[in-house]
């Protein structure tokens, strides 16, 4: 090589261009040079290019390389690009580097060198790139074949190929001419690697390791190739493929072969051919399989130069001049250039609106409350025609509804008198407006007492119907993810920001405010206070938040908002004093219903008015008592041999809803009354509403004693269904096999305060005090968590995390005893049994800690269903903490100091 030439030369001095993607190729392509260049003094301002020059046979040539680190068939356009705005004279191009080969019909062995060769079908280069089979298997998309190489160097591989059939190949000794001339270059991998390094593995094995190379993988799956008769590389001319992705996987690489018929995969190509003229070379490096290691690139990367170099001794330096630069090439590629990068914008933006729409359904997914708001609404009866004019016409809800602003309204009534069936009746009819509707039902039970919970189900609600709000939660989401549903505060800035933006009325209900948990009301009237008075002083533009809140009329609640300014427009709609309308309606529904009562039972007409006059003669009327009344009456009838005679439905009839849950426990038979007590207490001390099963197991646990066992626990759910609507007669009801009081006013008459028990021996009310209930529930739940087979049938199935562990009837308790024995327990009236029992669940050393705790945290901490507790681990912990968490004081007497110094425990695998 000489070099230090006199003559200095500019970019018009280059007609050829060598482009390289790695730098290992481009240091084997300089090495061929037969004279290298200086650098060019300057170089178009826009051209990003590094680039080296020099002379190979008679044609000087520039060389560029792709930026470090990047491939891609996207990055050789823009390289090329860049390279004709400083270059003007450039004719032709040669890609020359290194590729994969795809072994099969021609024998292809490393070293080897693939040249692009047009066929009839094709340029000789073809760009595919990856799609997705319906069975999920890869498949190869074409994306349809590039440009012809230029004539000039068709014409010099034409000759190139005739000469070799008279003479052999200069390439061998180009190679050996570099390694001579750059020492180095065998030092750093450039000479031949040898052929024992050449190992093609049958398609169907992978390589074995991690590792690089193939040292472990098995030699006996290496193909025994026919031994070659010289190691010097041969060149195949046919078809490369050129794509955006890595090629390694054999499967892959013989689907290229198939459908394509290609030699050579590689990923620049197709980025150059429709907008560059140029020939692609390609040094065979790998087989494009798992087992494709870095070992053979150098050299590869040398005979693909080398073959570069015989290629253009073919070339004459007057075909080259002759043939025409390509014009408007340079606006072409930047048009080409553009179009990519906005398929490249395009794909990120498709990418990042899928990733969006995946992290929008899992926080809409996060909101959703564990029991249905939707059957906590509909569990409420639908309204009698004519009723709740009261307060549908009532100026006050009118003014609310048709108010063309932010506004709030509560709805007080008395118990009994139909709030929530109004509330759903609203809400139904709401539902069939443009009005995005949305409700909860607060109810004093572990599912439905959390302001938190009620928000998540109004959210919920309104990114169902509107979607695009849903971007408002996000922020909220990323932060809190699973315990978003305790995140109070944020909820409801997520539903005031939410509405704000809303392209429809919002209409929010909360029915039985009064049923919401004490420090929770508290906080929401504050919040309802602010959304009042904010809404009085700002005029709402656009779409209007609307907010619907009914409850008995407390004078806490009417406490709570006092700090709304009398000069503000009263928020209270007051049906108690409404009463004289609510008792009109009623007297209608009455009519009615006895009316069609006497139908049913085929009274005389004298007979049905006379029940109707008496029924109306009564002072205490709701909807509840006129309910409870009319059952009444029918069950008499039902048995009667003579309705009309039966004058005992009348005497029967009570004068008030306390009177009337009397009434109906009358008939409970003494011998029943000891079942019914448990059932009751069971039903009023639960935290939520317990399944039939799930009250049928712990009633069997209440009542035989000496069960232990999961698998003496022997019920009839189906039996028990029946059973306890005919014991408990119309104070239970059954909703999609959930246990409930038919009223919250049931709850409250078994719970009274004992006064009048002790007037009335004989009378139910009061019978079921909070404490008794909390310690017969402590009891179920401790003894049913401390069954052996319990712990052996759930802990081995809860590591495998697959949710379907606890399919057993006898182990439907467990999401309840786990999430509440803890409460249970710490009301109640703590007896010696009890506190031995508790301090067993809390020996970290057995399993029966780690069968409640895991449940516990999850539900108690996390907000999380039962059904996804196995999604994340509880925290390591010490017992002492969760005791002092739990307010459990007898069990934190009986722990030793050792314990409360100790480490925290560890699970007992
Ligand atoms: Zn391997």
């Given at each position: 090589?000489d ?9 018009e001095?280059?007609?050829?261009g060598l482009?390289?993607a ?7 392509v300089?090495?061929m040079?037969?004279?290298e260049?200086e650098m ?5 301002r ?11 046979h ?5 060389i560029a390389?792709l930026?470090a680190?990047i491939?891609g068939?996207?990055?050789a ?9 400083t270059?003007?004279s ?6 020359v580097g ?11 062995r490393l070293g080897?060198?693939?040249v692009?060769n047009?066929t009839?079908t094709s340029?000789?280069v073809?760009?595919?790139d990856?799609?997705?089979l319906?069975?999920g298997?890869?498949d ?7 440009n012809?190489p230029?004539?000039v ?11 070799r ?5 200069l390439?061998?000794m ?5 390694i001579?001339?750059?020492?180095m270059?065998?030092e750093n991998?450039y000479?031949?690697p040898?052929?024992?390094h050449?190992?093609l593995?049958?398609?169907?094995y992978?390589h074995k ?8 993988c098995?030699?006996t ?11 010097e590389?041969?060149?195949?001319y046919?078809?490369?493929?050129s ?8 499967k892959r ?7 394509l018929?290609?030699?050579?995969v ?11 003229p140029c020939?692609v070379?390609?040094g065979i490096?790998?087989?494009?399989d798992s087992?494709?290691?870095n ?5 590869a990367?040398s ?7 015989e290629?253009?001794?073919?070339v ?10 390509f014009r ?6 930047k048009?080409i250039?553009s ?5 490249q ?5 498709q990418?990042k ?7 929008h359904r899992?926080c809409h ?5 564990t029991?249905?708001?939707e059957s906590?609404k509909n569990?409420?009866p639908?309204?009698?025609p004519?009723?709740c004019q009261?307060?549908?016409e009532?100026?006050?809800f009118?003014q609310?509804?048709?108010n063309?602003?932010n506004d ?6 008395d118990p009994?008198?139909?709030k929530s ?5 609203f809400?139904?009819?709401q ?10 039902f607060?109810k004093d ?6 302001l938190?919970i009620?928000?998540c189900a109004?959210l919920?609600?309104?990114f169902s119907r509107?979607?695009?709000?849903i971007?408002?939660a ?5 932060n809190?993810?699973?315990?978003i ?8 800035r ?8 809303s392209d429809s ?5 909360f ?12 906080l ?5 206070s602010?959304?009042y008075?904010m809404s009085c002083?700002?005029?709402s533009k656009g779409?209007?938040l ?7 009329p407390y004078a806490?609640?009417e406490?709570?908002f ?6 503000l427009p009263?928020?209270r709609?007051?049906?108690?004093k409404e009463?004289?309308?609510?008792r ?6 009455l009519?009615?219903r ?7 039972y085929?009274?005389?007409s004298?007979t ?12 205490h009327?709701?909807?509840l008592?006129l309910h ?6 029918n069950?008499i ?9 039966d004058?005992?439905?009348l005497?029967l ?8 849950y009397?009434k109906?426990?009358?008939?409970v038979?003494?011998?029943?009354h000891?079942?019914v007590r448990?059932?009751?207490?069971i039903?009023?001390?639960s ?17 035989q004693?000496n ?5 003496d ?8 269904e029946k059973?306890?609507?005919?014991l408990c007669?119309l104070f ?12 919250q ?7 009274k305060p004992n006064r009048v028990?002790?007037?009335?021996s004989?009378?139910w ?6 404490k008794?209930c909390?310690t017969?529930l402590?009891?179920?739940?401790t003894?049913y968590?401390l069954?052996d087979d319990?712990v052996?049938t759930?802990?081995p199935?809860?590591?495998k ?6 399919t ?5 308790l ?5 999430a509440?024995w803890?409460e ?9 049994k009890?506190v031995r029992?508790?301090?067993l669940?809390?020996k970290t ?6 069968l ?7 539900v108690?901490?996390?907000?999380l ?6 999604d994340v681990d509880?925290?390591?912990i010490a017992?002492?903490s969760?005791a002092?968490?739990?307010?459990h004081?007898a ?11 100790g ?7």
């Amino acid at each position: 090589m000489d070099s230090g030439r006199e003559k200095e030369y500019t970019s018009e001095d280059y007609q050829i261009g060598l482009i390289c993607a790695l730098e290992s190729e481009m240091a084997a392509v300089i090495a061929m040079l037969d004279e290298e260049h200086e650098m060019l003094d300057s170089q178009d301002r826009n051209d990003n290019n590094s680039y080296a020059f020099g002379r190979i046979h008679k044609h000087n040539v520039v060389i560029a390389c792709l930026p470090a680190g990047i491939y891609g068939t996207t990055s050789a356009a823009i390289v090329a690009k860049d390279m004709l705005r400083t270059f003007n004279s450039l004719k032709f191009g040669l890609m020359v580097g290194i590729g994969g080969g795809i072994p099969g019909k021609i024998d292809i062995r490393l070293g080897d060198v693939v040249v692009s060769n047009p066929t009839n079908t094709s340029g000789g280069v073809i760009q595919h790139d990856g799609g997705k089979l319906k069975d999920g298997e890869e498949d190869i998309e074409l994306k349809g074949s590039l440009n012809t190489p230029p004539t000039v160097l068709l014409s010099a591989l034409t000759q190139l190929k005739a000469q070799r059939i008279r003479k052999p190949s200069l390439v061998p000794m180009y190679l050996k001419d570099m390694i001579k001339n750059n020492p180095m270059m065998e030092e750093n991998g450039y000479s031949f690697p040898g052929i024992e390094h050449d190992q093609l593995f049958h398609s169907k094995y992978s390589h074995k390791t991690d590792k690089d190379d193939c040292g472990q993988c098995d030699k006996t799956q290496v193909l025994t190739r026919q031994p070659r008769k010289s190691v010097e590389p041969r060149i195949h001319y046919g078809i490369i493929a050129s794509g955006n992705q890595v090629i390694k996987d054999a499967k892959r690489r013989d689907k290229l072969a198939s459908k394509l018929g290609a030699l050579c995969v590689e990923m620049e190509a197709a980025g150059l051919m429709n907008n560059f003229p140029c020939i692609v070379i390609r040094g065979i490096c790998d087989y494009a399989d798992s087992h494709k290691n870095n070992e053979w690139q150098p050299y590869a990367a040398s005979t693909a130069a080398a073959f570069a170099k015989e290629l253009l001794s073919f070339v004459s330096p007057g075909m080259v001049r002759n043939e025409g630069a390509f014009r408007g090439t340079v606006e072409e590629l930047k048009k080409i250039e553009s179009e990519q990068l906005d398929e490249q914008k395009q794909h990120f933006r498709q990418q990042k609106l899928q990733y969006d729409s995946e992290k929008h359904r899992k926080c809409h997914i996060a909101l959703k409350p564990t029991s249905s708001y939707e059957s906590q609404k509909n569990i409420n009866p639908l309204k009698s025609p004519g009723t709740c004019q009261w307060a549908f016409e009532h100026p006050k809800f009118k003014q609310w509804d048709h108010n063309k602003k932010n506004d709030l309204l509560w709805i007080s009534a008395d118990p009994g008198c139909g709030k929530s069936v109004l509330s759903r009746s609203f809400v139904d009819k709401q539902l069939e407006t443009n009005d995005t509707i949305c409700y909860f039902f607060f109810k004093d039970n572990d599912d439905q007492d959390r302001l938190s919970i009620g928000l998540c189900a109004i959210l919920h609600q309104i990114f169902s119907r509107q979607r695009q709000l849903i971007q408002y939660a996000m922020g909220t989401w990323e932060n809190h993810e699973k315990t978003i549903q305790q995140e109070t505060a944020e909820l409801w800035r997520i539903l005031l920001s939410a509405s704000t933006h809303s392209d429809s009325n919002i209409i929010c209900v909360f029915d039985a405010l009064d049923e919401c948990r004490i420090d929770d009301q508290k906080l929401f009237i504050s919040y309802l206070s602010a959304f009042y008075k904010m809404s009085c002083s700002t005029a709402s533009k656009g779409q209007h938040l609307k907010i619907l809140v009914t409850s008995r009329p407390y004078a806490d609640i009417e406490l709570g908002f006092k700090d709304i300014p009398p000069t503000l427009p009263a928020i209270r709609l007051s049906g108690e004093k409404e009463n004289d309308a609510i008792r009109q309606e009623i007297s209608l529904v009455l009519l009615e219903r006895i009316q069609k009562l006497g139908q049913d039972y085929n009274l005389a007409s004298n007979t049905i008015n006379k029940l109707q006059a008496k029924v109306l003669a009564m002072e205490h009327r709701t909807y509840l008592w006129l309910h409870l009344a009319l059952e009444g009456i029918n069950q008499i009838y039902k048995h009667s041999l003579q309705p009309d005679k039966d004058s005992e439905a009348l005497e029967l009839l009570p004068s008030n809803v306390e009177d009337a849950y009397e009434k109906i426990l009358q008939r409970v038979q003494t011998q029943d009354h000891e079942k019914v007590r448990l059932i009751f207490q069971i039903i009023v001390g639960s935290k939520r509403p317990m399944t039939v099963t799930e009250l049928a197991l712990a009633f069997t646990i209440a009542t035989q004693p000496n069960i232990n066992q999961c698998k003496d626990l022997k019920i009839d759910e189906n039996r028990f269904e029946k059973i306890i609507p005919q014991l408990c007669g119309l104070f239970v009801f059954i909703n999609h096999s959930t246990v409930h009081l038919i009223h919250q006013t049931a709850k409250e008459f078994l719970q009274k305060p004992n006064r009048v028990a002790i007037d009335k021996s004989n009378s139910w009310i009061g019978h079921e005090n909070f404490k008794v209930c909390d310690t017969l529930l402590a009891s179920i739940c401790t003894r049913y968590l401390l069954f052996d087979d319990l712990v052996s049938t759930i802990m081995p199935k809860k590591r495998k995390r697959d949710g379907t562990a606890n399919t057993k009837t006898s182990h439907e308790l467990l999401g309840y005893t786990a999430a509440h024995w803890p409460e249970h327990f710490r009301e109640s009236n703590s007896n010696d049994k009890l506190v031995r029992d508790a301090s067993l669940l809390y020996k970290t050393n057995q399993n029966y800690f780690h069968l409640w705790f895991d449940i516990f945290w999850d539900v108690n901490m996390r907000g999380l269903s039962p059904q996804r507790r196995w999604d994340v681990d509880p925290p390591q912990i010490a017992r002492i903490s969760v005791a002092a968490y739990n307010g459990h004081t007898a069990i934190l007497r009986s722990l030793n100091n050792k314990e409360i110094l100790g480490p925290t425990c560890t699970a007992p695998d």
